[in-house]
């Protein structure tokens, strides 16, 4: 569990520089039932493309590293 906890979290490094470049920024919650759970801040939290930015972006790099993820979810 650990060790995927750290591979998620290494993910979410990855892709915090892109982020931040857009005025947002990226934290991991939490990993529980193969769900991921992170918080999109900044100008990412209440961005038109965030449903895009989450599915298409965060969940699809995380679910190529660890296929068995199902899903990431954005905490409000």
């Known amino acids: 569990m650990k060790e995927i906890e750290n591979k998620i979290i290494d ?3 990855n892709l915090r520089p892109f982020l931040i470049n857009d005025g947002g920024n990226i934290e991991f919650i939490k990993y529980e039932d ?6 999109m801040m900044g100008a990412c939290s209440n961005c038109e493309m965030l449903d895009l930015t989450l599915k298409d ?7 190529e590293e660890i296929p068995s993820i199902k ?4 905490v409000i």
Request: charged fraction near 30%.
């Open 34 to 39: 193969d769900t991921v759970y992170i918080k």
């Open 71 to 74: 899903e990431v979810i954005n």
């Open 57 to 63: 972006g965060i969940e699809a790099a995380i679910r």
């Open 11 to 13: 993910i979410i490094d």
